[in-house]
């Protein structure tokens, strides 16, 4: 049975897809102005726009749905296998993180600071979707996301790689800033309200905190992404 093809709406997660040679595009509908907007890069594709009035992008998706007049229908990206993906930089694992708003969030993140790959279970985790592009803003294009089976052997493999494995724990000993931090490094980073598994945090080399001077000493699992890889990479 063939995998279903991604809907990409709105206007950055558009732009990128269409700015991406291994994207395969099927169909591109457009409101005039939407069109307009990125004319430049429907044109460098080769894609003539099907024009179409909003609401019919509302009736597809949702009122709810911000598509700012802009939908393609996509082939899914071929993603690599954790033995295909570079073996330096960051790598960030995710222990049953299933938001598809603070995943997409999380893509972002890690586009903005040049991360290796997104790791994740293939089960426990969200899946492709409208709404993962668009909380990823284009930034779905650019990561590669791995799922695995199981988060634990994908640990191990990274250790065989060289990498050093971090775990995000609020209660953790040891503060982020005093651990060695050099590259190849994996942060790993549980869902909210339950952090790390058991297993997880046994495999993991080390468990760090964000240190926070606040009243408040969590924070939303994309924020906490955010910070973190700017500790690592400062």
Same mark, same amino acid.
């Given at each position: 049975?063939?995998?279903?093809?991604?809907?990409? &709406?709105?206007?950055?997660?558009?732009?990128?897809?269409?700015?991406?040679? %291994? $994207?395969?595009? &099927?169909?591109?509908?457009?409101?005039?102005?939407?069109?307009?907007?990125?004319?430049?890069?429907?044109?460098?594709?080769?894609?003539? #726009?099907?024009?179409?009035?909003?609401?019919?992008?509302? $009736?597809?998706?949702?009122?709810?749905?911000?598509?700012?007049?802009?939908?393609?229908?996509?082939?899914?990206?071929?993603?690599? $296998?954790?033995?295909?993906?570079?073996?330096?930089?960051?790598?960030?694992?995710?222990?049953?993180?299933?938001?598809?708003?603070?995943?997409?969030?999380?893509?972002?993140?890690?586009?903005?600071?040049?991360?290796?790959?997104?790791?994740?279970?293939?089960?426990?985790?969200?899946?492709?979707?409208?709404?993962? =592009? %668009?909380?990823?803003?284009?930034? &779905?294009?650019?990561?590669?996301?791995? %799922?695995?089976?199981?988060?634990?052997?994908?640990?191990?493999?990274?250790?065989? &790689?060289? =990498?050093?494995?971090?775990?995000?724990?609020?209660?953790?000993?040891?503060?982020?800033?005093?651990?060695?931090?050099? #590259?190849?490094?994996?942060?790993?980073?549980?869902?909210?309200?339950?952090?790390?598994?058991?297993?997880? $945090?046994?495999?993991?080399?080390?468990?760090?905190?964000?240190?926070?001077?606040?009243?408040?000493?969590?924070?939303?699992?994309?924020?906490?992404?955010?910070?973190?890889?700017?500790?690592?990479?400062?």
């Amino acid at each position: 049975m063939s995998e279903p093809n991604d809907l990409i &709406y709105g206007v950055h997660p558009v732009a990128e897809a269409l700015k991406n040679p %291994k $994207r395969k595009i &099927y169909s591109l509908k457009a409101s005039k102005n939407a069109a307009d907007r990125l004319a430049a890069e429907i044109a460098a594709r080769g894609l003539t #726009p099907e024009i179409v009035h909003p609401n019919v992008l509302d $009736r597809r998706l949702g009122e709810d749905a911000v598509h700012q007049g802009l939908l393609i229908e996509a082939k899914p990206l071929d993603q690599p $296998r954790l033995d295909q993906i570079e073996k330096s930089g960051i790598v960030v694992l995710l222990d049953q993180v299933t938001d598809p708003h603070n995943v997409g969030a999380i893509i972002r993140t890690c586009a903005a600071f040049n991360v290796t790959a997104l790791v994740a279970t293939a089960r426990h985790s969200p899946e492709a979707s409208a709404v993962l =592009f %668009k909380s990823a803003s284009g930034a &779905y294009e650019h990561v590669p996301f791995v %799922k695995v089976t199981n988060l634990s052997r994908a640990m191990a493999e990274l250790k065989d &790689y060289g =990498f050093r494995i971090l775990g995000l724990d609020s209660d953790a000993p040891e503060d982020i800033a005093a651990v060695d931090r050099t #590259p190849p490094v994996a942060i790993v980073l549980g869902a909210e309200g339950k952090g790390l598994r058991q297993l997880t $945090r046994e495999s993991c080399d080390h468990l760090v905190r964000l240190d926070m001077n606040g009243p408040i000493r969590s924070l939303n699992v994309s924020n906490a992404c955010a910070v973190t890889l700017y500790a690592l990479t400062r």
